[in-house]
């Protein structure tokens, strides 16, 4: 099957006034009163009754469709310098004599006179 892009230009749907993009990736099921698509890449069926917002939420997570990478709204960022990731933040409390020394051995080993503080 050839790949169809996600996003399709409102340009190139002519006399297509108020139907969405999402028919392109998507078949109607018989019977219509049930009002229910057809992913064409999985197979899986999508009702539409309020609007095709379920169609194009499908389609984003659909593991089948080659487009799905084209058109994320929100791209995840990764560090090629991360080793591991913890599963929640961690809790760290403040030690006001252990921030103490550090900040005088920064000063001495900087040379730095203590009127900076």
């Not at 018989?30 to 069926?45: M, R, T």
């Not at 990731?85 to 961690?90: L, Q």
Request: charged share 25%; hydrophobic share 30%; proline share 5%.
């Amino acid at each position: 099957m050839d790949h169809l892009p996600l996003c399709i230009d409102s340009s190139s749907t002519e006399n297509s006034k108020g139907r969405s993009d999402m028919w392109v990736h998507f078949t109607k099921e018989e019977p219509y009163s049930e009002k229910k698509a057809k992913c064409n890449y999985c197979g899986n069926l999508i009702k539409y009754l309020g609007g095709t917002s379920g169609m194009r939420n499908h389609l984003m997570r659909c593991k089948e469709n080659p487009n799905r990478e084209a058109c994320k709204r929100q791209k995840l960022l990764s560090s090629s310098t991360e080793v591991s990731v913890s599963p929640s933040p961690t809790i760290s409390k403040f030690d006001q004599n252990a921030s103490r020394m550090k900040l005088v051995k920064m000063f001495v080993k900087s040379e730095l006179p203590f009127r900076f503080v």
